[in-house]
Each structure stands twice: as C-alpha cells, then as structure tokens.
C-alpha cells in the first residue's frame, strides 16, 4: 500500500505528481479534503490535499512543490517506491451547492491542484463554472487542460506576462465581478492572494470560500498546531476546515504562524541538499 504509481515533473521539476495508491481513502475522499504524508521513519508529517481521486483504481493524486527538507525528501521517491504512511481522508469535504448565477474558482500556483475537483464538481452540479489560475512565470502554470475541462471558462494570468493575462488572478476577478451575475468565489492558493480576493468580494457580500494551510502535526485536532482566527474564534483546520468564510479568516494572523519556523526550515533545507550532495 501506498505505492507510487505515477509520477510527474510540473513547472521545471519544482512541483511534483505522485499518484499512489491507496485504495481505503480514494474510496471514502471527497473533494477538499486532505491526507497526511510520512516518507519515512523520522520523516515530518506533511499535510497536503488530493488533487485527484480514483476510487475503481483505488488511487489518489497529490502534487506538491518543493520548498523544504521534507518535500525535497519527497521529491528523491519514484515510481515503485512507497510513502511510510497516508492518513487520511482529513478535514471537511466542499460544500458543494447549486447557486443561481456564475461561480468563479481562483487558483494560485499549486492551490490549483487543490481547486481542480472543487471546480469540477461544481460544475458537473449545474453551476456555469469560471475558472481563473495563475502563477509567477509560465513555466510554473499546472493543469491548465484539467481546469479547461472541469470549468466553462478558463482565463490564466501570469505575473511577468510570459502567458495569458498580464497581472494577478485578482484583477481578472475584480473584472469579472463587475461584469457577470457572480454568486460564489471559490479561491485557493498564497494567503496574500487569498486575503485580496476576498477584500474583492466584501464590498459585493459575494460568498467566498478559502482553503488554508496552516502549520499541522497530528491532524486530528489534538495537537492545536493548525489554529485559525476565524470570525473572532479559535478554529482548528484539520477538523473545523481546512475550508471557511474567507471573510471571517484572519489573514494577518495566519501569515504570522506561517513564518514561525522559516530560519529553522531553511537550515534543515540546506542541511539536506548537503547530505545529499556529499
């Protein structure tokens, strides 16, 4: 169990695919939720959400990008090798509703493969789908085939301008908002771009749904690793989310906690690569 079956080098090999097999869980995910990742013994516990599940394969898909020790760790696996373990699935799944007007879903670099089968499954309910994704430069723009697929309309933006929209995904919603009947905003990826999207949609009391990523241990809820402001109150994302009311979340709060441990992520980073190349 928990075999890698496939695996894929996105965006220059910075971001990575591993489709793995695990029967139990891609029999019971559904979208939004998550699973909890361990390479190996003394390996750390790595939160990520499933971009994708297939339960007759009994397999899911998560992509991930290396930014640390661990994902780096992550990264050395291949097709035959196996993850220590896979918990899950975590968290609350989507609320997936019928709306009476354009639902946008709004992705920034790998919270794309987050947004993939919310968007989708959005769309297979009835609701006309627009999709907008985005990253820095074109070589880091994931799924752009599968989010064209599970959307109606698909804008992509880049911050250089190297591919599609010359700007941020938040302008091409701005320019959405004003122009369509937009009902839902469905928005994952960086907290700064999270936080602007939903400074978009307040003024319009546009529903807006996000999907954060703070830092997470046990994933059950015990460990209180992974609290959140949310509307004034102390939530906890692996089991009250990892989804909420953009409007309610705290978005200067949660950037703090996520720089808690930055000086000591990178000097285990640097370590790492060390090892590897020694």
Same mark, same amino acid.
């Given at each position: 169990m928990f075999e890698i079956l496939r695996r894929e080098e996105l965006a220059g090999g910075t971001i990575i695919l591993n489709e793995i097999s695990a029967p139990f869980i891609a029999? =019971?995910? =559904? +979208? $939004?939720?998550?699973?909890?990742?361990? !390479?190996? /013994? %003394?390996?750390?516990?790595? +939160?990520?959400?499933m971009a994708e599940t297939d339960p007759e394969k009994g397999t899911i898909t998560i992509i991930y990008q290396? *930014?640390? =020790?661990?994902? !780096?760790?992550f990264k050395t696996l291949k097709v035959g090798d196996r993850y220590l373990d896979v918990v899950g699935p975590l968290g609350k799944p989507t609320e997936i509703e019928k709306v009476d007007g354009h639902v946008v879903c709004v992705g $920034?670099?790998?919270?794309?493969?987050?947004?993939? +089968?919310?968007?989708?499954?959005? =769309? /297979?309910? $009835? %609701?006309?789908v627009v999709a907008v994704i985005g990253a820095r430069t074109k070589d880091m723009i994931i799924l752009e085939d599968k989010m064209k697929e599970a959307s109606h309309e698909l804008f992509v933006c880049t911050d250089d301008g190297s591919y599609g929209h010359h700007g941020f995904v938040t302008d091409v919603l701005k320019d959405l908002i004003e122009k369509r009947d937009v009902r839902l905003v469905v928005t994952i990826g960086p907290v700064p771009m999270m936080k602007v !999207?939903? /400074?978009?949609?307040?003024?319009?009391?546009?529903?807006?749904? *996000?999907?954060?990523? +703070?830092?997470? *241990?046990?994933?059950? $809820?015990?460990?209180?690793?992974?609290?959140v402001n949310v509307g004034g109150e102390t939530k906890f994302a692996c089991v009250d989310g990892p989804e909420f009311d953009g409007h309610l979340v705290d978005f200067d709060e949660l950037s703090a906690r996520l720089k808690s441990y930055v000086e000591q992520e990178k000097i285990a980073y640097e370590k790492f690569k060390c090892e590897c190349h020694a």
């Open positions: 029999k =019971k995910a =559904k +979208p $939004g939720q998550f699973v909890i990742l361990r !390479a190996t /013994e %003394n390996g750390e516990r790595i +939160p990520l959400t290396v *930014v640390g =020790k661990s994902t !780096a760790l $920034g670099g790998t919270g794309v493969a987050v947004l993939h +089968p919310i968007t989708r499954a959005l =769309k /297979e309910i $009835g %609701n006309h !999207a939903c /400074e978009i949609t307040r003024p319009h009391k546009i529903k807006t749904i *996000v999907s954060l990523n +703070p830092i997470m *241990v046990d994933g059950t $809820g015990m460990c209180g690793c992974c609290r």
